[in-house]
């Protein structure tokens, strides 16, 4: 989830909450005046102070109850429960922003709590108190999410949101100190223990973004996160005991910028439309959509990814949806007329090239490892064609590499032990009957650009055809 989207969510909720609180606090008000009334007694003075601290606290939890239960649909892996370190594992090996901001998320969106409890009610001035109360709720709503099937009960979220509760706990123990009358109920040291979770929480996150920094290659989002049960997995068909050790090379490939990324999308655009008109530039977390208007032609546009300058080419009006314009045509072209038509336009295929028609219309070229011009082409290139010749969609997943250095993998052996082990990427908790065909070295790219090999499996997975990956790299 973007920022964006949670400032809009929380805005949302804010205003909700805000009506639900007012409605809560004035219900409580007018039960009060009567009940004062019948019984002929007076009620005490009311405290604006207290009353405030109500409502503020009141629409914090409206938001965390809107954000966590009311803002996601029905969640098919609602019975799967990741075990502890999960959200953090996935998050290291895919090297994602997004996955570290939910992680971050999850703990700030308790401070407020754990600010905001002991802050209006005296009882929970004990850290321990306040940390209880914050794992009981962040524990109804893990419940919760599992009982209404709107969410995976994670034990991560129990975490970091009992973590986001003690680092509220510490920030209302520093305002306690230089605001509160009762300064004397403060033990000496009180101030720095309360605060030791901030500290160790910006300490680990700062290790973390340390060590990767230190390491030479990027992480190998292969690698898996959970094991697969092993008894919700059957291994069968051909069997691989090459024990032999060998080294692979790794191979280095360019890693663009957001600017040098735009610049791309320039220089394709004029090379597919020539003159064209950018309009949006969208940068996210693993690429940037780039969109231009060419004439009276439309929109098109270009996604190019940073590691590695894969992109996608599209023109908008056509080139994802299945339309008259390309789908029936009279004649479907061959693999030179394709070639040709890609070559106008700046890509020159190897001849090596594995060509496959997917439909009338619809071309891919698989490359593996092929020389050219002294360096090395890898990958794959899809591209849809219209009834003129036109580029509709082109997914040029074609990586130019550099020799980088060999390195000790796995052999064989192992890489078949651990998929027999359920030692391979995979979510859910269905029962697979995996039927294993070959194996072959496959590469990919890794955090940092630089490209991995891996044991790829081809299997039949439930009778469908399919391949799981093993990371070679010990």
Known sequence: MSLINVYYMAREYLFIGGILAVLIIVSFLVIRHFHAKRNGTTHRKINGKRLFWWLVFLCYIFVVIGATMLSRGSNYEYETISPLFFSYKNAWNSWSVTEWRNIILNICMFVPFGLLLPMGIKWFRKFYKTYAAGFLFSLLIELSQRIFKVGIFEPDDL?????????????????????????????????????????????????????????????????????????????????????SQRRLMVYESEALTEKEAYKRAEELFKKFDG???????????????IRARVGDEGSKEIRIKYAGGTYEYCDMDYGYSATDYYSKAATSYDEQEVREVLKEH???????????????????FEVDRCEENGDIVDGSLEVKLSKDKRIILLKDN?????????Y??????????????????????????????DCRIAYSIDTKGFYQPNYRFDVNINGKEAWIMIPALK
Request: charged share 25%; with cysteine; proline share 1%.
């Open 159 to 243: 975490l970091d949101n009992t973590l986001g509760a003690a680092i509220g706990f510490g920030l209302f123990i520093v305002l306690f100190k230089l605001y509160a009358k009762e300064k004397a109920n403060l033990r000496k040291g009180a101030t720095f223990a309360s605060n030791i979770p901030l500290i160790l929480t910006v300490a680990i996150f700062v290790s973390i973004y340390v060590s990767y920094s230190c390491k030479e290659l990027g992480n190998n989002n292969n690698r898996y996160v959970k094991q697969y049960g092993i008894n919700r997995i059957n291994v069968y068909g051909e069997k691989f005991t090459d024990d």
């Open 275 to 289: 003159e064209a008109d950018i309009y949006y530039a969208g940068y996210y977390d693993d690429e940037a959509w």
């Open 346 to 364: 700046g890509c020159d295929i190897c001849s090596e090239a594995v060509f496959t028609a997917e439909d009338d219309m619809r071309f891919r």
């Open 398 to 406: 074609l990586i130019t590499l550099k020799p980088y250095k060999e």
């Open 408 to 437: 000790d993998v796995i052999s064989e052996a192992e890489a078949y032990k651990q998929l027999t082990e359920g030692k391979f990427k995979r979510y859910g908790n269905d029962y697979l009957n995996i039927e294993v065909i």
